[in-house]
């Protein structure tokens, strides 16, 4: 069955760079679009990146230029670079499998499995 397993979570100062992973089993990893969503404390889903199998990425505004998601075929790991972290990047992160002939990724929560998220706590 498909797993998801977040890590790479924690709790730094404004300006910290974090770097998230996800470790991907149970389905043919490279054949499948990626994304990020993160969901800060009582708000609901946001989505914040996606790759695409050509490793074409997306990126949310509000993180557009200080995170970077990636792909690592070979090791069927999904990754998030984050830099210049802030408060308001506090959240319960996680990665998210898109289906089959997803087709728009820019701003899309239709992913069909996620995993059980990485907090992550930006805080002086």
């Known amino acids: 069955q498909v797993q998801l397993l977040e890590s790479g979570g924690g709790l730094v100062q404004p300006g910290e760079s974090l770097t998230l992973s996800c470790a991907a089993s149970?389905?043919?990893?490279?054949?499948?679009?990626m994304s990020w969503v993160r969901q800060a404390p009582g708000k609901g889903l946001e989505w914040v990146s996606a790759i695409r199998t050509d490793s074409l990425t997306y990126y949310a505004d509000s993180v557009k230029g200080r995170f970077t998601i990636s792909r690592d075929d070979d090791k069927d790991t999904l990754y998030l670079q984050m830099n210049s972290l802030k408060p308001e990047d506090t959240a319960v992160y996680y990665c998210?499998?898109?289906?089959?002939?997803?087709?728009?990724?820019?701003?899309?929560?239709?992913?069909?499995?996620r995993g059980q998220g990485t907090q992550v706590t930006v805080s002086s």
């Open positions: 998210a499998k898109m289906p089959a002939g997803a087709g728009n990724l820019r701003g899309s929560l239709a992913h069909d499995y």
């Open positions: 149970g389905f043919t990893f490279y054949a499948y679009s």
